[in-house]
């Protein structure tokens, strides 16, 4: 039974992060979540239901559009996919719990504002208030951390990196500070320090490659939101692996 909602919330989970990409591509242009319908972004070409299908279609498809043969974004299905298998290991990891609620909404909140980063460069504020005022509503079925240290933590989470964002002089954007602090009301002040950590580590070797590869040069920013959301997710999953392994260490 397990391995059939396994394979259910993969499913659903793919047809989620295609949802979710619409807001994280939408929302940064101010666009409606309704109107236009799904099209194509070059010759607006209304997309059937045989062009909607998740990862599929894009393979079918050979990654063009069927009217005007522009080619087609991977992003679309990478995220599809991924999203798909964050669900998938999520309910496997939790079951029916409220921690999977709780990673479920933190996997959503993750996907559209990496999309939007990778996307604009920005993490709208849009996104971050529904998902503040969600995990409030959460938080009283789910009592999943103290209310004092949510605040405490979304406190620490804001002054970190505005600190850090003014002694960069800029190298931090004000989506990423305002998201720490949504990390920090999630996580607490300890999970939000761990959070950052991670997201340094993962943000440089994320620059190494990228400067290794060309598609970023030294001085310019690039986007730190899927390190934040690599940060977030590996706490998320591995928090208690992360322990022992750090309590092994101090022990050697």
């Known amino acids: ?10 499913i659903l989970g793919t047809c989620l992060g295609s949802f979710y990409q619409v807001v994280g591509t939408r929302i940064p242009e101010k666009g409606s979540m309704i109107a236009p319908p799904s099209h194509c972004a070059e010759c607006k ?3 059937g239901w045989r062009e909607l299908i998740p990862i599929l279609s894009y393979l079918w498809q050979r990654g063009r559009c069927r009217h005007c043969e522009s080619r087609i974004s991977p992003l ?6 991924l999203t798909g298998v964050l669900y998938a290991y999520a309910f496997y990891r939790f079951g029916w719990s409220g921690q999977f609620l709780m990673a479920g909404s933190i996997i959503a909140l993750l996907v559209m504002i990496t999309v939007s980063d990778l996307l604009y460069m920005l ?3 849009k996104i971050l208030l529904f998902f503040a005022g969600w ?15 949510m605040i405490i933590g979304a406190i620490v989470g804001f002054l970190l990196l505005l600190i850090i964002a003014m002694i960069s002089r800029g190298g931090m954007g004000g989506g990423d500070i305002k998201l720490f602090a949504l990390i920090g009301y999630l996580l607490g002040w300890k999970g939000v320090l761990a959070t950052l950590f991670l997201s340094s580590l993962y943000g440089t070797i994320i620059g190494l490659f990228g400067m290794l590869r060309g598609n970023v040069q030294r001085g310019k920013p690039f986007p730190f939101g899927p390190s934040i959301a690599l940060g977030m997710l590996t706490l998320l999953f591995f928090s208690e ?3 022992a392994l750090y309590l092994s260490w101090l022990q050697d």
């Open 1 to 10: 039974m397990n391995l059939f909602f396994t394979i259910y919330w993969f």
């Open 76 to 81: 679309y299905p990478i995220m599809e996919l």
């Open 45 to 47: 070409h209304r997309l």
């Open 123 to 125: 993490i709208p504020n």
């Open 241 to 243: 692996d992360l322990y």
């Open 135 to 149: 995990f409030t509503l959460v938080r009283f079925f789910y009592p999943f951390a103290p209310w004092k240290q």
